[in-house]
Nanobody, 124 residues
């Protein structure tokens, strides 16, 4: 499966963005999908993940209550709604796919499939 993230941009602190992860090659409903981010000079970190059906979601503590992951399997797309953005959310955001959303939430997880990232910059 090929993944492509989009929707990044420059936003002021407190603002919102919605990222999209579109899939091609295979139907996205066959996979759990996660979002990861990497800030300049830092390690990649888990942000959120959603199960194949959408029934289960997992979030990093740093984004709980502010970010919402969802999916539309008919459109082969997963979304990350980001509200109340903070400067520390600035990073390149990547979507990834694998068999288990819970496994993706484990520190150090490396999902099988990755898309190209989209840059999010939050100004103070």
């Amino acid at each position: 499966v090929q993944l492509q993230a989009s929707g990044g941009g420059l936003v002021q602190a407190g603002g919102s963005l919605r990222l999209s992860c579109a899939a091609s090659g295979r139907t996205l409903s066959s996979y759990a999908v996660g979002w990861f981010r990497q800030a300049s000079g830092k390690e990649s970190e888990f942000v959120a993940a959603i199960s194949r059906s959408g029934a289960w979601t997992f979030y990093a503590d740093s984004v709980k209550g502010r970010f919402t992951i969802s999916r539309d399997n008919a459109k082969n797309t997963v979304y990350l709604q980001m509200n109340s953005l903070k400067p520390e959310d600035t990073a390149d955001y990547y979507c990834a796919a694998d068999s288990s959303a819970q496994q993706m939430s484990i520190t150090g997880a490396r999902p099988a499939y990755w898309g190209k990232g989209t840059q999010v910059t939050v100004s103070s």
